[in-house]
């Protein structure tokens, strides 16, 4: 991999006789490891009846009850647009419960139902923990990503929001 001036190594592909390579891309790696990711979950959550996406909401709300719309939505990573459908399917799976929050009616609060708690606790994920290949450097990993992940998106914030 290319390094800066300063010996860092750069998100370019390697210039190898004038050909860029895939495989020289961190940004390549994560995305088709996210891809991978969500092959491995599919058949775990297909018998629950969950996509990934409404699984990893679950597990949010597992954290932390009585979020708002908005909160979780930061926490995930979706728009309201996305997100919203998804809750009313899970409520209406019984999975979990809105409402307004009378202190502001313009929110609105999410809670997991007994029946969602019960889904999570399950941890159909767990298995996938050793399919990464990572063995006792999983832990390292996953920090090392989640620490990427801040650093970029702190580093795409506009400079006026960094001041």
Same mark, same amino acid.
């Given at each position: 991999?290319?390094?800066?001036?300063?010996?860092?190594?750069?998100?370019?592909?390697?210039?190898? %006789? %004038?050909?860029?390579?895939?495989?020289?891309?961190?940004?390549?790696?994560?995305?088709? &490891?996210? $891809?991978?990711? %969500?092959?491995?979950?599919?058949?775990? #959550?297909? /018998? #629950?009846?969950?996509?990934?996406?409404?699984?990893?909401?679950?597990?949010?709300?597992?954290?932390?009850?009585?979020?708002?719309?908005? &909160? $979780?939505?930061?926490?995930?990573?979706?728009?309201?647009?996305?997100?919203?459908?998804? $809750?009313?399917?899970?409520?209406?799976? =019984?999975? #979990?419960?809105?409402?307004?929050?009378?202190? +502001?009616?313009?929110?609105?609060?999410?809670? !997991?139902?007994?029946?969602?708690?019960? #889904?999570?606790?399950?941890?159909? =994920?767990?298995? !996938?923990?050793? &399919?990464? =290949?990572? =063995? +006792?450097?999983?832990?390292?990993?996953?920090?090392?990503?989640? /620490?990427?992940? +801040?650093? $970029?998106?702190? &580093?795409?914030?506009?400079?006026?929001?960094?001041?």
């Amino acid at each position: 991999m290319p390094t800066s001036r300063k010996g860092e190594p750069q998100e370019t592909p390697a210039s190898d %006789g %004038g050909t860029e390579k895939l495989s020289n891309f961190m940004c390549f790696a994560i995305y088709s &490891a996210n $891809l991978a990711f %969500g092959r491995a979950y599919k058949p775990l #959550l297909d /018998k #629950l009846g969950l996509t990934y996406t409404q699984y990893v909401t679950m597990v949010a709300l597992s954290e932390e009850d009585e979020q708002t719309v908005g &909160a $979780l939505g930061e926490k995930l990573f979706l728009e309201s647009n996305t997100l919203t459908p998804m $809750l009313k399917k899970l409520e209406s799976e =019984g999975y #979990l419960e809105r409402r307004r929050d009378p202190a +502001d009616e313009r929110q609105v609060r999410v809670t !997991l139902t007994p029946a969602g708690r019960a #889904l999570i606790e399950t941890n159909p =994920g767990a298995a !996938l923990v050793g &399919a990464t =290949g990572l =063995g +006792d450097d999983f832990a390292s990993v996953q920090r090392s990503v989640a /620490k990427m992940r +801040d650093s $970029l998106l702190q &580093a795409a914030q506009p400079a006026t929001a960094k001041r």
